[in-house]
């Protein structure tokens, strides 16, 4: 039982380029969702899904896109990084009957766009 | 003004002491509460959560929730220096919601050996 799993650990891009941060998970939890951790900011959403086909906008959703196919599989598209960007991607996901306030975090995704 | 707030430290204790963590929120909707530790270059992991207002024992853990004062806390009991870590307060409207939880910017904490 792996959890919740990210990929890549780290990565850098150059203002302009695309890419996509992975996100699985092993527990069959239906409740998936993507935070960014910045700064004296703490940790914001930026997007959730709360089963297969759907998913909806959290507070800072502007630049992201994710979709899901899968209910392992929550993957975040950047489509035009910026340096506003740069940041700790962190994924997470949890049980119906937990609903969201019983999360389990991946290891984070550390993004520097330049 | 925003709806949690939380001293980010860093806070620095000797080993063995009893450390007070603390977070103020605004919305008086927040039903559960919840603390998560985050080591160094690590994902946040969850050590407690509450339901409305009360105390929880974990171990040498405690939480304590004052919804009247919008107020909660994290008290740690015979610190040890593996509970060096960041402690993030979230909390969440009744019901869970899927949209997500609100988090303090948390609080770096340091026991001293």
């Known amino acids: 039982n792996a959890g919740v799993t990210q990929t890549p650990k780290f990565q850098v891009l150059k203002t302009g380029q695309s890419m996509t941060l992975q996100c699985a998970q092993d527990?069959?939890?239906?409740?998936m969702s993507w935070y960014r951790q910045d700064p004296g900011m703490g940790l914001r959403l930026i997007h959730y899904s709360v089963g297969a086909g759907i998913t909806d906008q959290g507070e800072v959703p502007n630049g992201y896109n994710v979709s899901r196919s899968t209910t392992e599989d929550f993957p975040l598209r950047l489509l035009s990084a910026a340096p506003s960007q740069t940041s700790v991607y962190f994924c997470?996901?949890?049980?119906?009957?937990?609903?969201?306030?019983?999360?389990?975090f991946g290891p984070g995704t550390r993004l520097t766009v330049t | 003004q925003k709806e949690v707030e939380q001293d980010p430290g860093p806070l620095s204790v000797p080993e063995g002491a009893i450390v007070s963590l603390n977070c103020t929120y605004s919305?008086?909707?927040?039903?559960?509460f919840m603390w998560y530790r985050q080591y160094s270059r690590k994902g946040p992991e969850l050590l407690m959560y509450?339901?409305?207002?009360g105390n929880k024992e974990d171990g040498r853990f405690t939480a304590q929730v004052d919804k009247s004062s919008k107020y909660i806390s994290l008290f740690i009991r015979d610190s040890q220096p593996s509970d060096s870590a960041t402690y993030l307060c979230a909390m969440i409207y009744s019901g869970g919601g899927a949209d997500g939880l609100t988090f303090g910017k948390g609080t770096h904490l340091i026991i001293q050996p």
């Open positions: 997470a996901s949890s049980s119906a009957q937990a609903a969201s306030y019983e999360q389990y």
């Open positions: 509450t339901y409305s207002s």
């Open positions: 919305n008086s909707a927040f039903q559960y």
């Open positions: 527990m069959n939890h239906e409740y």
